[in-house]
């Protein structure tokens, strides 16, 4: 049973590559979904694998760049899963959607029967993509997830330690509620996912681990790590304790983020028969230790 994967170049494509059984990466190198006419190469493409399971990880995630690249971001967020959707035949979709499709001014973590109201472009394409998968005739599932972090990839991990070896001062948004998801996590899912697939019922669902969190105690977290950590003792140039918590306001950007982006993800527990799914803290340390064991992170611009 061939698992085709599309986006094996980004952290979670690779992560699913990695980790699923019989599954087959399709990078950017030898398909380019960002080509105004791709149908009939994705058409010869299902063609050659014939895959039981399409996963889309593919897509454009420059959520400012997004602003000013939004037909890029609707071609690849939006008319490429609508494409997969539409030539998947009897195969199982599995397309990962964003938190950024709500505003974030609720006080509760939301449900997939909430309103959606992007900010940003990258939301909106997000949006058009999801509904364009649900609204198909395709066996679909879209998981809608958070804070993506792995250890292949970029990712605002990665990005703080990079920081914090080259700043003596870091001013982190505390403010924005969410929950960081690893990458391992999603695949370890999807696993059941595929190996229960008559089970579990097309559509739309959350799917983080549990408990919540802001990017600003997410950076201390991260640091406080590394300072443990026997490669990078000496390369911090700050400690957790002396990273500023600061309001979005004061860190104006081009695209704006929601500040509530917690899920609710009872109807995924409840599809999987299961009361929890596991804490953030719990599947986030390996990440993180291999991203410390891994990762060279040569100082960048600051």
């Keep these: ?28 190198e030898h398909f380019d979904a960002s080509r105004a006419s791709i149908e009939h190469d994705l058409v010869s493409l299902l063609d050659r694998y014939q895959p039981k399971v399409i996963i ?20 690849l967020n939006a008319r490429f899963p609508d494409l997969l ?5 009897d195969a199982l979709l599995i397309h990962f959607s964003s938190d950024y499709v709500f505003d974030g001014h ?31 005739a395709a066996h679909a599932l879209v998981f809608r997830s958070t804070w993506l972090v792995g ?19 870091l001013r982190v948004v505390a403010d924005q509620w969410g ?25 739309l669902y959350h799917l983080v681990p549990e408990g919540e969190t802001t990017w600003h105690r997410y950076a201390c977290y991260i640091i406080e790590k590394a ?19 600061i309001p979005s306001q004061a860190y104006p950007l081009p695209a704006q983020r929601p500040l509530n982006s917690r899920l609710n993800c009872s109807r995924w527990r409840q ?29 960048g611009p600051t």
């Excluded at 085709?4 to 950017?28: E, S, T």
């Excluded at 300072?227 to 918590?245: F, N, T």
């Design 179 to 203: 929950v960081p998801t690893p990458t391992p996590f999603l695949t370890a899912q999807l696993a059941i996912l595929i190996k229960r697939k008559t089970g579990i019922s097309k559509g």
């Design 227 to 245: 300072s443990q950590h026997p490669h990078w003792q000496d390369r911090l140039r700050i400690r957790a304790a002396s990273i500023e918590p």
């Design 271 to 299: 599809a999987l028969g299961v009361t929890h799914l596991a804490p953030f803290d719990m599947v986030l340390e390996p990440v993180l230790d291999r991203i410390l064991v891994k990762e060279p992170l040569t100082p």
């Design 106 to 136: 609720s006080s509760q973590p939301y449900s997939e029967s909430d309103l959606t109201a992007p900010l940003s472009v990258y939301g909106s394409s997000k949006l058009a993509g999801e509904l364009a998968v649900l609204e198909s």
């Design 85 to 89: 959707a539409k030539h998947a035949g």
């Design 1 to 28: 049973m061939t698992v085709l994967v599309f986006g094996a170049n980004g952290q979670l494509g690779w992560q699913c590559v990695r980790d699923l059984h019989a599954a087959v990466g399709v990078k950017r």
């Design 56 to 75: 889309n990880a593919l897509a454009y995630t420059s959520v400012d760049r997004a602003q000013e690249e939004s037909e890029l971001a609707f071609r």
């Design 151 to 169: 250890e292949h990839g970029q990712n605002f991990a990665k990005t703080i330690l990079r920081l914090a070896c080259t700043r003596s001062e």
